[in-house]
């Protein structure tokens, strides 16, 4: 077993090239509802624990971290329609997400399950802070055949994709680049296979 002080070493200048360098100050797009915001752009903080949940999703392999590292750092450049987004992941069997949806922009990355809630409550794993969002708003699935769902939980301000209001409990299969709404919160979702595709396209 490799642990991530081993890998932070080879990785952190990847990292302070992806990420900046300490003296860059970074303009940072609020959330709807939240007051402005601006961050310093430090490489020695968030990599070692983006690392750390890496290689416990990916049980220590090297080779799967420093494939799925330049996806989750460069997510952000292959948003089109909003400053946020949230990215799911697949690799082999397994799958999590990557999102910047908080207040800081930081970058977040879930531990490997099927089933992500997104809202205001404490228990969901991408946390919305901001009216108009139900405590349990929606829910991200994985289902290893098929790729990534949404489904809404039966709010009042429902969950929308490119336009269109999901049926509450709606499985909705997602593409990549599907502009998401929840309340005034509009993100992409992003997708990246980091090995042969697991799901059939019906």
Known sequence: MVSSQFFSANAGRQFAKRLGSDSERVSVPELP??????LDNDPAASPPWILDTLFRNLSYDLEQVADVIDPILTAQNHCYRTDWYVQGIVAEDRAFLSTNINTDRAIQVTLCGTRWLLGQGGRCTVVIPQPGIADCHA??????????????????????????????????????????????????????CCDLPVWNDD
Do not use: I, M
């Open 33 to 38: 509802g939240t007051a402005p915001q601006s």
């Open 139 to 192: 829910a991200l699935n994985f289902d290893p055949l098929r790729g990534f769902f949404l489904t809404d939980l039966g709010t009042s301000g429902g969950t929308w994709v490119n336009g269109r209001r999901l049926a509450p409990a709606q499985r909705h299969y997602l593409q990549d680049g599907d502009l998401v709404k929840l309340g005034s919160l509009r993100f992409e979702f992003l997708q990246q």
